[in-house]
C-alpha cells in the first residue's frame, strides 16, 4: 500500500481516455508565493473525474492526476502566506483541471493548492469530512453569487444572515453541489425549494431547504414545485439544477422556469436542448476567484459554530492510492447523500 509518510511523493495518474489509473512516483511540488503544499490525507472523488476517465474531456496534456477535493495537513507555505503555517489540518480545492499542471491534481500525496482556496479545519471535523467539500462549495458559489444572467445573483452567505425577499429552486438537494448550494443559499439570507428523492427529505430540510419536492412523481413535480415557489414568497430569482441532465433534470427545470415567467437556469454539465428565450443559461465553472472571500473569511467559523454541515456524509471505500480507482467506479455506479473518500494517510 502506497503511504504518504515516505519519502518522495507518489500519484494515481490517469494516462489517457479510457486508462485506468496508474500508481507512480510524481514530482515533489513547489509552491509560488501565495500557494501551499499539502499532505493529503483524505480526498473525496466527484463525477467529473470518472466523467474524464471515460471521455478524456477537459484534458490538455496526458498523464494527469485528477482529484479535485482534498482535506490534509499543511507541509510547505508559500512565501507571501500569513494565514496558515506547516502542520494546520486543511481542506482546500486542487484545481488541476484548469491548470493543466499535475502536481495541483488531488489524488497524490502532496499537492499543490492555491492558499486563497484552502481553509482551517476545526477540530470537530475530520480529514474525511472536510474532504466532501471543496469543489461542490465553489460550484455552488459560482452559480448562487454570479451576478444575474451569470448565475442567481444572491449575496455571499453570511455567519449572521438576514432575510433576502429571494427565493430559489435547487433540484438535487442531496447532491453534493445540491447541498452545499442549499447551505449556502439559505445563509444568503434566500428561501430554497428543495428537490430530491423522499428519503432525502430529512437531509435536504437539515441542509436548510423550506419545502423539499419528490422528483419521482414524474411530470406532476412541475407543478408541485411552482406552487411552492408562489407560497414561499418573495423575488424568484431562477433554478440551480445542480444534476444538469436531460432526461433527469431539464425536462422538468426548464418548464418549471416557463411557468414561473422565466428566469436563470444555472446549470454543471451540458446546456439543454432548445432552451426558450425566457431561460436564461447560466454554465458554471466551479474555479473563480470571485469565491476567495467565502474562503477566507465564512469557511472555518461556519464549519467550527455548526452553520456548515460537511456534507454530504463521506463514504470511506479504501486507503491508499490503489483504491482511487475503485472509488471512481463506486461514484459512477451511484451513491445518494453521500460523497466517495479515500483516506491516503
Request: aromatic share 6%; net charge neutral; hydrophobic share 40%.
Amino acid at each position: 500500500m502506497s503511504n504518504n509518510s515516505n519519502l518522495g511523493n507518489q500519484a494515481a495518474w490517469l494516462d489517457g481516455k479510457g486508462s485506468k489509473l496508474r500508481i507512480a512516483s510524481a514530482d515533489m511540488p513547489k509552491p509560488g508565493a501565495e500557494e501551499l503544499i499539502v499532505r493529503v490525507f483524505a480526498a473525496a472523488v466527484n463525477p467529473v473525474d470518472w466523467k474524464i476517465q471515460d471521455s478524456g474531456m477537459f484534458i490538455q496534456k496526458w498523464p494527469m492526476i485528477l482529484g479535485c477535493d482534498v482535506a490534509g495537513e499543511v507541509a510547505e507555505t508559500g512565501a507571501s502566506v500569513t494565514k496558515f503555517k506547516k502542520g494546520d489540518r486543511v481542506t482546500a480545492h486542487a484545481t488541476s483541471l484548469a491548470s493543466s499542471d499535475p502536481t495541483e491534481g488531488g489524488f497524490q500525496h502532496y499537492v499543490k493548492v492555491s492558499s486563497h482556496l484552502t481553509a482551517a479545519l476545526p477540530g470537530s471535523t475530520n480529514y474525511a469530512q472536510g474532504s466532501v467539500l471543496p469543489l461542490a462549495l465553489d460550484t455552488a458559489l459560482v452559480g448562487l453569487c454570479s451576478p444575474s444572467p451569470k448565475g442567481l445573483g444572491l449575496s455571499f452567505p453570511s455567519l449572521t444572515p438576514q432575510p433576502s425577499n429571494k427565493t430559489l429552486v435547487i433540484w438535487g438537494g442531496s447532491s453534493s453541489v445540491g447541498a452545499i448550494a442549499t447551505q449556502l443559499a439559505t445563509a444568503a439570507g434566500a428561501k430554497v425549494i428543495s428537490v430530491a428523492s423522499s428519503h432525502n427529505f430529512d437531509f435536504c430540510k437539515k441542509c436548510g431547504a423550506v419545502e423539499v419536492l419528490d422528483y419521482k412523481k414524474g411530470d406532476a413535480v412541475v407543478d408541485d414545485v411552482v406552487a411552492a415557489v408562489k407560497k414561499a414568497g418573495g423575488d424568484f430569482v431562477g433554478v440551480y439544477d445542480a444534476i444538469s441532465m436531460q432526461d433527469q433534470s431539464y425536462k422538468y427545470t426548464v418548464p418549471i422556469l416557463e411557468k414561473l415567467g422565466g428566469g436563470v437556469l444555472a446549470i454543471v454539465l451540458g446546456s439543454p436542448e432548445n432552451a426558450p428565450e425566457s431561460v436564461k443559461v447560466a454554465n458554471v465553472f466551479g474555479v473563480n476567484p470571485m469565491t476567495y472571500p467565502v474562503w477566507e473569511g465564512y469557511v472555518s467559523k461556519a464549519l467550527e459554530e455548526g452553520k456548515l454541515l460537511a456534507v454530504p456524509e463521506p463514504l470511506v471505500v479504501g486507503k491508499g492510492l490503489e483504491a482511487v480507482q475503485k472509488g471512481l467506479e463506486k461514484n459512477k455506479q451511484g451513491v445518494s447523500a453521500k460523497k466517495v473518500v479515500i483516506e491516503l494517510a
